[in-house]
């Protein structure tokens, strides 16, 4: 159980266009998901935090309209690169933590990742 | 603020023989921690995690982790490396401050077990 999953797993596409990331909860509902930017032998830097039917909250130095977040439903979170340049290449990982009974304190479940490279 | 470190960019080990790899963190209140692996452009894989109770935490593929809380560390072990350990292991806290589960990574450590 537990299982997140990520589409797709890698996608090439020219600067200036929009890419969309799926990401879902296969098992569960996810009342919280996390989107993270992983560069070249780096740690994970957490870009955002998505809640379910709500605004999603950005770290400091995030753009919010370059990286657009949509949570509609308990298994489904979006990221939209909107207007991509090669500086956002990256690996794109998320993640959703499963609520237990009120109990606040699970880990989260970590997707495959999306590789994206912008040409 | 909740942090954590991890001093070492790479261990290197060889197969059979144990292996640590460490972290220290830097908490306000009770620390909760965890470990995760990373595999060549996959997602991270969770291991193990400390909340409460036990010092010495069991977690997945034979590794287990000591918190200490006098050395504000907690360091991830393992008796007898396997070559399939090599990957990339990060240390995380679970930041408190926040109404969210939101988690803070160390800058991982590279392990490599040779044959």
């Known amino acids: 159980g537990a299982v997140v999953s990520q589409h797709p797993s890698r996608v090439i596409c020219k600067s200036g266009t929009s890419v969309k990331i799926e990401c879902r909860s296969l098992?569960?509902?996810?009342?919280?998901m996390f989107w993270y930017r992983q560069f070249p032998k780096q740690s994970l830097m957490l870009m955002a935090t998505?809640?379910?039917?709500?605004?999603?909250?950005?770290e400091q130095g995030v753009e919010k309209d370059k990286f657009l977040i949509n949570h509609a439903s308990l298994t489904l979170s979006t990221l939209t690169v909107t207007s991509a340049h090669p500086e956002d290449s990256s690996f794109y990982i998320c993640?959703?933590?499963?609520?237990?009974?009120?109990?606040?304190?699970?880990?989260?479940?970590f997707g495959p990742g999306t590789r994206l490279t912008v040409l | 603020a909740q942090s954590v470190a991890q001093p070492e960019d790479q261990v290197n080990v060889a197969e059979g023989n144990p292996l640590t790899v460490k972290c220290t963190y830097s908490?306000?209140?009770?620390?909760?921690l965890f470990w995760y692996v990373q595999y060549p452009n996959r997602g991270l894989q969770f291991l193990l995690k400390?909340?409460?109770?036990?010092?010495l935490v069991k977690g997945s593929y034979g590794f287990e982790a000591e918190f200490n809380k006098s050395q504000t560390s907690f360091h991830l072990k393992k008796p007898s490396a396997l070559v399939s350990d090599s990957a990339l292991y990060f240390c995380?806290?679970?930041?408190?401050?926040?109404?969210?589960?939101?988690?803070?990574f160390g800058t991982g450590t590279r392990l490599l077990v040779s044959p």
């Open positions: 993640s959703a933590t499963l609520q237990r009974q009120g109990l606040f304190l699970d880990e989260q479940f």
């Open positions: 098992d569960f509902q996810a009342t919280t």
């Open positions: 998505s809640n379910e039917g709500s605004k999603a909250t950005y």
């Open positions: 908490v306000s209140g009770n620390p909760y």
């Open positions: 400390y909340i409460t109770g036990d010092n």
């Open positions: 995380a806290v679970r930041d408190l401050n926040t109404g969210f589960q939101k988690l803070v």
